[in-house]
């Protein structure tokens, strides 16, 4: 698919395709059945990438007031929904990725990789306002990444970056440090030296560096990510 063709489907309006499968669904299956809220969950988050937040708003609540909320379906909307608001709305993705967890908590395995990215990215949504929170949620999603999904996985990485995040806000430079740096290593594995993850991980090592004075290596830290970022554009 061509780059122009790719973003003429993604501005491509299916409400009414997702809606037609809904009501189909509805009338063969019922309202609380897991396709059905499949369907509404769909329909709800092709609004959202449409940034169509308030029409797509009443079909998540249908999902989440059935009685089978509890459907792992329900938990996928919830944390698809919290990622396209996280920017806009950090309150509401908060709650959102809370309601996920609780949910695959009860659904999924302990070491789900589902479970493991919703503990991720909340504890990301926490660094620097609860961040013993957080560092427990990193911790959790860093050690199921590391048993299922290996060392240098992606989202190893990530889950690197921001447990040491977390613990460079509750002042353990230290350990935030031998992150930072694991999760470059994983980068420069998973994307590639030249990528803008590598970049954005060589950037957050840079910034702990400085704030704790080492300021000659946060910039050449620095000079080799904005590098990587020029040849991006």
């Known amino acids: 698919m061509t780059a122009i063709l790719a973003l003429l489907f993604l501005q491509a309006d ?5 809606q037609q499968a809904y009501e189909e669904r509805l009338r063969t299956l019922g309202e609380n059945h897991a396709k059905t809220l499949e369907s509404a969950r769909d329909l709800a988050l092709h609004l959202a990438h449409r940034n169509e937040f308030d029409r797509a708003a009443p079909w998540l609540s249908r999902v989440l007031q059935a ?16 990622v396209a608001v996280e920017q ?12 996920a967890l609780s949910i695959r908590v009860k ?38 990444f590391e048993k299922t999904l290996g060392a240098n996985h ?9 447990l040491a995040a977390a613990l460079g806000t509750t002042g353990d430079a230290v350990g935030a440090e031998r992150l930072f740096r694991r ?34 290596e946060a ?7 904005q590098a990587i970022l020029r040849r991006q554009w």
Request: net charge neutral.
């Open 107 to 144: 659904t999924l395995p302990p070491l789900d990789a589902e479970l493991a990215l919703t503990r991720l990215n909340l504890a990301g949504m926490l660094v620097g306002n609860n961040s013993k929170e957080a560092i427990a949620l990193a911790k959790a999603a860093l050690a199921t």
């Open 88 to 99: 806009q709305s950090p309150e509401q993705a908060e709650r959102l990725y809370r309601l």
């Open 183 to 216: 999760a470059i290593i994983i980068a420069e594995k998973a994307h590639g030296p030249q990528s803008p993850e590598t970049a954005a991980a060589l950037e957050n090592l840079a910034d702990l560096l400085s704030q704790t004075g080492r300021e000659p």
């Open 14 to 18: 299916f409400t009414a395709l997702y």
């Open 67 to 82: 009685p089978s909320s509890n459907h792992p379906a329900a938990a996928t909307a919830l944390h698809n929904w919290a």
């Open 219 to 225: 910039n050449r830290l620095r000079a080799r990510a």
């Open 154 to 162: 992606s989202y190893t990485g990530a889950a690197c970056g921001t």
